[in-house]
């Protein structure tokens, strides 16, 4: 069955220094979404991205984010200078797009750890 | 403001228990429902989910949830728990005609007692 996939499983930074976090989404689907997880806290919607543009960002997603489908099948967020409270487990998740066909699927996640 | 909310933060049961968890949401217009787990160190895992048709809707691990659209929830039932269902659980909204954008709740830990 097909998955979306991510890597690294887990990133250990320096606060201040950039870091990029790579999803393999679904092959055949349109839309592409992160996420992050905060320690013992929800699940928080961070960027939607369909047809090579961002569809939807909410306000965790300033200025220090950013996301790029560099090729056709890598999807990846970058947080160009990371602080501690950075520190989460970062979810990818794609969909097909298909009408009437809604489902998200996730990858396993990516636990980023700032120091 | 519109939102995801679960009522109980965590929740304590012992084995063979009844549960339910409720999950309410506020948004207008339709919606599809899910539900999802996380095992401890694990990632999320789709437990089941609502799009349209039977408003109870039958997931993995004995699981089931039941839509009922003028209540706006969509609460979580299994009839005897088992210590593996030691989890947090999400409920999450998808909105088809918003961007199909999706919020969670804030979770349910749920700890079952041996």
């Known amino acids: 069955e097909p998955e979306v996939t991510q890597t690294p499983s887990h990133q250990v930074t320096q606060m201040g220094q950039e870091v990029i976090l790579r999803c393999v989404p679904i092959s055949n689907h349109l839309y592409f979404y992160w996420y992050r997880q905060i320690l013992g806290q929800k699940v928080e919607f961070l960027v939607s991205f369909y047809n090579n543009e961002i569809s939807e960002k909410s306000e965790i997603f300033d200025d220090q984010f950013s996301v790029e489908r560099p090729d056709g099948s890598n999807f990846t967020l970058k947080i160009r200078s990371t602080k501690l409270e950075d520190s989460a487990m970062y979810f990818c998740?794609?969909?097909?797009?298909?009408?009437?066909?809604?489902?998200?699927?996730f990858g396993p996640g990516t636990r980023l750890t700032v120091l | 403001a519109q939102s995801v909310s679960q009522h109980n933060h965590h929740v304590i049961l012992s084995e063979a228990a009844s549960l339910e968890l409720g999950c309410n949401y506020s948004?207008?217009?339709?919606?599809?429902l899910f539900w999802y787990v996380q095992y401890p160190g694990q990632h999320l895992q789709l437990l089941l989910k609502y799009f349209s048709g039977d408003p109870l809707v039958k997931g993995i691990k004995g699981f089931e949830a039941e839509f009922i659209k003028s209540k706006f929830s969509f609460n979580l039932r299994k009839p005897s728990v088992q210590w593996s269902d030691t989890a947090e659980y999400f409920c999450?909204?998808?909105?088809?005609?918003?961007?199909?954008?999706?919020?969670f709740g804030a979770g349910t830990r749920l700890t079952v007692k041996p």
């Open positions: 999450a909204v998808n909105r088809p005609d918003n961007n199909n954008d999706m919020r």
């Open positions: 948004y207008g217009g339709t919606v599809n």
């Open positions: 998740a794609s969909r097909a797009g298909l009408a009437g066909y809604n489902e998200q699927f």
